[in-house]
């Protein structure tokens, strides 16, 4: 299959984007998502999936990937993330969410940003654009039907609610 340029997966055209160097980051980030049969690793860089029942079943379902960690890409200090990551769990689990961990992080093997995050459950996409927003996130990551997206939640980033629609691809 060909491989899309960053270019291609923008939604909406003659606007003004994200910056394409953040983009493609986020779309090659490898998020590390605990299942039954032990760790799945995806990104959103993949080709396009013809048969979405040939993803894992976790991939298939909609959730949403959501991080307290370093707002609006300011490094913090470990306490304060930390401290933010767990407020951010109470709220989801006071929402009545099924919260597990994950993370996302570089596939660069020479890579050092690894950015703890919740796999969250049947949210909406209002709401976890709303969450992105209260913890000053640049975006969030959604998955419906088995298809990724980036969805800005920071208007100092881009549009708040623009979508970068990705494809999965599972890592080793």
């Known amino acids: 299959m060909k491989k899309r340029s960053v270019a291609e997966f923008v939604v909406s055209e003659g606007a ?13 980030t490898v998020y590390e998502f605990p299942t039954l049969g032990g760790p799945l690793r995806a990104s959103l860089d993949g080709d396009i999936v013809a048969d979405l029942s040939t993803l894992p079943e976790l991939l298939q379902r909609p959730f949403v990937v959501v991080t307290a960690y370093n707002p609006r890409s300011m490094l913090l200090p470990r306490k304060v993330n930390e401290q933010r990551h767990q407020v951010m769990r ?11 961990a994950c993370v996302g992080y570089e596939e660069d093997p020479e890579g050092t940003w690894r950015e703890p995050s919740w796999l969250v459950h049947g949210m909406e996409r209002e709401e976890a654009i709303a969450f992105g927003r209260v913890f000053r996130q640049n975006t969030v990551l959604i998955c419906r039907n088995g298809r990724p997206e980036v969805v800005v939640t920071d208007p100092t ?3 708040v609610g623009r979508t970068y629609t990705g494809n999965w691809r599972v890592r080793s």
Do not use: H
């Open 157 to 159: 980033c881009d549009d």
């Open 90 to 100: 109470d709220l989801l689990i006071l929402g009545v969410y099924r919260v597990e």
């Open 16 to 28: 003004p984007v994200m910056d394409q160097n953040l983009l493609r980051s986020y779309l090659a």
